[in-house]
C-alpha cells in the first residue's frame, strides 16, 4: 500500500483528485483492442500494455491537476521510522539497514508509485504498526492518499491495512528530538475499503487548520484479517 500526501506551500485552492474506476479499466481494455486491432489485426492485451497507458493517463492527470505528492521518495521525501518489518527466509537478504534507527532500505516502495501492481509493498508485521515519514519540504496538508494493490490482481487483500489514522508535525532539522503532544496534529482518521478503488484519498480534517508540517505518520490499528503482516504499497 502507499500513502501519498497532497498539500499546498502556499495558499491556494486545488480540486480533487479522482482515480480510475472499474469503468475506466474496461474503456482502456477496450481502446487497447480497438488500436492493436487497426494495426494489424493483433486482438492481444497484455497486462504490460494496460499497466502502460495506465501509466501514461495518471501522469497526465496529475500533471493536469498541478498538485503534488509531497511525500514521493524521488522528490526528497523519507521513510526516518517504522515499525517491525516482516521477514522471513530468505526474504531477509532483501533488507538492509540504512540507519542507527533501523530504517529499512526497502521502505522506500512505500514513497514511490505502484501502479496497483502486486509484490511492490514494505511489509510491517502483524496486524498493527506505523510508518513516519519526512515530507520533501514544509507544507499545509490538504489531502492524504493511501493506495493497496489492485484487488483485480492482488494474491491476498487480507494484508491491506484498515483501521487507520495520520498525525502530522513541524520537526524541523533534527529528527531525533521529542514532539511535545500538544504540536502534534490529528490529519485523518479512516477506514481503508477493500469494496472501492485501490487508491483512495481523506482531506485533511478540518479543525487542523493551517499548520505548517514537514513530518507525518500513519497508525493503523488492524488490517483486513491477515494476522502475519500488513502491506503497505503506497502513502
Known amino acids: 500500500m502507499t500513502l501519498e500526501i497532497w498539500g499546498i506551500t502556499k495558499l491556494e485552492e486545488l480540486g480533487a483528485v479522482e482515480f480510475l474506476s472499474k469503468e475506466d479499466l474496461e474503456k482502456i481494455f477496450g481502446d487497447l ?13 497484455s ?3 494496460i499497466i502502460m497507458t495506465t501509466r501514461d493517463m495518471l501522469l497526465k492527470e496529475s500533471q493536469r491537476l498541478d498538485r503534488v505528492d509531497y511525500a514521493l521518495s524521488s522528490g526528497g521525501a523519507m521513510v526516518v521510522r ?3 518489518p516482516f521477514i522471513i527466509g530468505k526474504v531477509r537478504r532483501w533488507f538492509r539497514k540504512i540507519s542507527l534507527t533501523t530504517v529499512y532500505r526497502d521502505s522506500e516502495n512505500m514513497l514511490k508509485p505502484s501502479f496497483g501492481e502486486p509484490d511492490q509493498c514494505f511489509p510491517l508485521k502483524g ?7 519526512r515530507l520533501k519540504t514544509t507544507i499545509i496538508p490538504e489531502a492524504i492518499t493511501l493506495e493497496h494493490v489492485d484487488k483485480v490482481v492482488a494474491y491476498d487483500k487480507s494484508s491491506a491495512p484498515k483501521n487507520c489514522r495520520v498525525y502530522g508535525w513541524h520537526r524541523g532539522y533534527n529528527v531525533d528530538i521529542a ?18 478503488s485501490n487508491a483512495q484519498t481523506f482531506n485533511v480534517l478540518d479543525l487542523v487548520g493551517s499548520g505548517l508540517m514537514d513530518t507525518v505518520r500513519l497508525d493503523f490499528t488492524s488490517n483486513h484479517g491477515n494476522p502475519s503482516h500488513t502491506c503497505i504499497y503506497r502513502l
Open 82 to 84: 517504522h515499525s517491525e
Open 47 to 49: 497486462l504490460d500494455d
Open 33 to 45: 483492442m480497438n488500436v492493436k486491432g487497426a494495426d494489424n489485426g493483433d486482438m492481444k492485451v
Open 179 to 196: 514532539i511535545e503532544t500538544g504540536k502534534i496534529f490529528l490529519l485523518a482518521e479512516f477506514s481503508y475499503d477493500l469494496e472501492k
Open 127 to 133: 496486524d498493527s504498526g506505523f510508518v513516519q515519514i
